[in-house]
């Protein structure tokens, strides 16, 4: 059963992800924050990491630059529900940029159960993990 990390401090996203992926057969270990993930983190092993760009306190692109420096082989897709840049908007793009610093995949806010259950899996794939039974999703 992969183990996965999600990492975000809005209780409700984290719930929902948590219950999507336990259904489907994850072993999901839910924090509120940098801190309490990078805790886990050097409690237990992971397979995958789900970790929010924008947290107070420990903020994500300094998670992400952290979380990817402990555990350099586990695939770390970051969150942001923030837009990405455009031609037409000036703002940055946040989602290339914790590519940058080392995440495997990004996924916007919202994203679909479907979305989320196959960026994780093509991260199991790239990492070696076994293919697991594929569930329909809700």
Do not use: N, W
Request: with cysteine; charged share 20%.
């Amino acid at each position: 059963m992969p183990r996965i990390l999600v990492v975000d401090d809005d209780p409700m996203v984290g719930a929902t992800i948590e219950v999507l992926l336990q259904r489907q057969g994850f072993d999901v270990t839910l924090t509120d924050g940098g801190e309490t993930g990078l805790a886990a983190l050097e409690s237990q092993a992971f397979d995958v990491m789900l970790v929010d760009i924008f947290m107070p306190h420990m903020r994500g692109f300094e998670s992400i630059r952290i979380f990817h420096e402990r555990a350099p082989a586990t695939p770390l897709i970051a969150m942001s529900g923030y837009a990405f840049a455009s031609s037409a908007s000036p703002s940055p793009d946040f989602l290339r940029m914790a590519l940058e610093l080392g995440a495997t995949r990004c996924l916007r806010k919202p994203f679909t159960p479907e979305a989320l259950l196959t960026t994780i899996r093509e991260c199991l794939a790239s990492a070696g993990a076994p293919p697991m039974d594929q569930k329909e999703a809700p």
